[in-house]
């Protein structure tokens, strides 16, 4: 297991029309090196395709204390306070938060000592976040049995797979919602890649008859679906 990553954050901010850029800017000019001086790992920062006004990041901590030093670190520093008021006023909500730990992280996903390159990428990040009706309900076998293999053979295969960690919420600043979910993630090397795994789960019967029934059925409600552009600073890529 990555050292970097036993407690993920996903976030997902609504911007105000046309200032998803401007936050983007901040974000890989400063929030980078600014979190990670502080022990945690960026690992991904995104461009909602389907959402033009969303922005959606990944972040890593060692473990829930390390969570809590390094947000407060962060947010009562230097840096935050400098681009705080710049970075708040893009932001419509910022509330869409998600604590998970592991159930699988792949050799694609960024580790803590890697390179991290810089430009624009062509690739294509999605996945999707399942809602579950309760932490106990057997959805992470399912997946790991029965999606994750229809998956793989249609071009998709999990490089990350995480779930609801169900803990207190060590730093109340940042609020975070109070569910229970499974998110997945697959990379793509472009759109033309992402579009033939659409196609091929679309003629799955497999996946049709058996697999999509079964977890819409398990689901409290209808999964969000993420098809994502990497930033030129994402590791995630």
Known sequence: MNACCAVVDLRQYTLHPGHRDTLIDLFDTYFVEGQEQTGMHI????????????????????????????LNAFYYGPIWRAHAAAANATMVDSDNALLLRPVRLGAAYPALDVVREDGPADSVVAGAVYHRGAEDDGFVEFFTDRVAPVLAGTGAEPVAVFESLVAENNFPQLPLRDEVVLAWFARFAGDTAYAEHRRQLAASRVWQQRVLPELVCRSARPAQELRLRPTARSQFR
Do not use: C, K, M, N
Request: charged content about 35%; hydrophobic content about 40%.
């Open 43 to 70: 690992s991904g920062q995104f461009r909602d395709l389907d959402h033009p006004d969303r922005f959606v990041w990944l972040r890593g901590f060692r473990d829930l204390p390390a969570r809590a030093d390094a």
